[in-house]
């Protein structure tokens, strides 16, 4: 049986090249390590390619057996590292709703599953997807039942239609920067914001996968705190990673989201990245040798007020970087 997938290993079987012969034994490792399937998913971001089929596979609706009584599994409607949202029917009241299944045959993957349902039903704010129901298939699996969302994520809708303009962007995620004001004063931190994870619904901008969510209290204890795993993998996408992400200090705090947040709108509007690297390692030392390409270089054309508020985000010093508060206000339009 084949061991844990280094980096090199992984950028080769996304892109289809020295995959090993013992491929099939290869995929069940995948399939069972919760490590590698959440490697996988990352390096898929950085590489900009979609998981190879084998990384995560979606099960027939047949194979709920626990959900069938309330909801009928329609069709699949997302596919991640290690889950997959359906849209369903809720028999129950007659209305479509998404159902997210996690494969949770992993301690800490169920965990973070259960934090999910837990901010998304304590955290009420308007840009925040709120979880309706959380249980348990007879699998094992974790069932998230959420609002049926219709539009598209942020990613998607820049790869559609290119740049943005500065206000365009503005109203855009000004209401991500106020559910992250909400987060953060009842001391959630997000730890991935991100375009896939920003959703423009027709009824308004959501805020998706508190997955990685943190309590503050918790980011402060040095035995969970900073953002490796127990097989010293990073969690994040890495090009949104702030630096005290990226090198794993001992806490990483509510700046950490507002960097975050900082690299998303600079994207929007330049179509480039603030740091330019392929690979965690490339992205890592442009971090911490500061090569952070300022946004008025790559888009003259952006007000200096906006290029000014998402430069100061892109401090590599947390106590730099502007609260979510003032980013909010920054971002808002002026009232009357």
Not at 308 to 333: D, F, S, Y
């Amino acid at each position: 049986m084949p061991g844990c997938l280094d980096e090199n290993q992984v950028v080769d079987f996304l892109q289809g090249t020295n995959v090993p012969t013992e491929g099939e034994s290869f995929e069940r490792h995948i399939e069972g390590c919760d490590a590698c399937r959440e490697l996988l998913a990352t390096m898929a971001t950085v590489l900009d390619t979609p998981l190879r089929e084998g990384a995560t596979r979606a099960r027939m609706p047949s194979q709920f057996p626990a959900v069938e009584g309330r909801y009928e599994m329609l069709h699949v409607i997302g596919k991640g590292g290690v889950g997959v949202v359906w849209e369903a029917q809720d028999l129950a009241v007659d209305r479509r709703v998404a159902v997210k299944v996690v494969r949770c045959d992993n301690p800490t993957l169920r965990r973070r599953t259960l934090r999910e349902a837990r901010v998304g039903s304590v955290l009420s704010h308007p840009a925040v997807l709120a979880v309706e129901e959380c249980f348990e298939t007879l699998d094992g699996d974790l069932a998230l039942v959420m609002e049926l969302l219709t539009g598209e994520d942020l990613a998607a809708h820049l790869a559609r239609v290119g740049r943005l303009s500065a206000e365009g962007a503005s109203t855009l995620l000004a209401p991500v920067a106020s559910a992250l004001t909400a987060a953060h004063a009842v001391g959630l931190v997000h730890r991935d914001i991100k375009p896939h994870n920003v959703y423009l619904a027709a009824n308004g901008v959501r805020l998706l996968d508190f997955g990685m969510t943190k309590l503050m209290s918790e980011l402060g204890l040095a035995s969970t705190a900073g953002t490796l795993t127990a097989s010293n993998m990073v969690l994040g996408t890495p090009h949104y990673m702030a630096p005290e992400q990226l090198f794993g200090e001992a806490s990483v705090g509510p700046a950490a989201d507002v960097w975050a947040l900082g690299v998303v709108l600079y994207e929007c509007v330049s179509a480039a990245r603030p740091v330019d690297g392929k690979s965690f390692g490339q992205i890592f030392r442009a971090v911490a040798d500061g090569n952070i390409h300022p946004l008025r270089d790559v888009a003259p054309e952006v007000p200096e007020p906006f290029a000014a508020l998402v430069m100061r985000m892109l401090q590599l010093e947390p106590a730099a970087r502007p609260t979510a508060v003032e980013v909010h206000q920054g971002l808002a339009p002026a009232p009357g």
